[in-house]
């Protein structure tokens, strides 16, 4: 059974980071290429930052320079760090582990709330 467990969200001030972390069980972590999505209130899921399995990385244009998307293969772990947090950076944040080709799968974990106000 697949299995992937996000953890870091909460209540943050703008200006302020967070780290969130996503702990995947279940699947040859090191062949996925792994994913950050948002989904904000009222709007469509989007992309925030995406890493391959060799390690080439992504960014939504509105998070280049702030966000940071790693793994550790070790600890079947990918990260999001989010600096520089905006009031429009509020979402729930989800993680996504995909392969397109053998063995195929597409996953996602259950969502993170990151909510950014003063």
């Known amino acids: 059974q697949v299995q992937l467990v996000e953890s870091g969200g909460g209540l943050v001030q703008p200006g302020g980071s967070l780290r969130l972390s996503c702990a995947a069980s279940?699947?040859?972590?090191?062949?996925?290429?792994m994913g950050w999505y948002r989904q904000a209130p009222g709007k469509q899921r989007e992309l925030v930052a995406t890493?391959?399995?060799?390690?080439?990385?992504n960014y939504a244009d509105s998070v280049k320079g702030r966000f940071t998307i790693s793994r550790d293969n070790a600890k079947n772990t990918v990260y999001l760090q989010m600096n520089s947090l905006k009031p429009e950076n509020t979402a729930v944040y989800y993680c996504?582990?995909?392969?397109?080709?053998?063995?195929?799968?597409?996953?996602w974990g259950q969502g993170t709330q990151v909510t950014v106000s003063s």
């Open positions: 279940g699947i040859s972590f090191s062949i996925y290429a």
């Open positions: 890493i391959t399995s060799g390690g080439s990385t």
């Open positions: 996504n582990a995909r392969r397109t080709f053998y063995p195929r799968g597409d996953y």
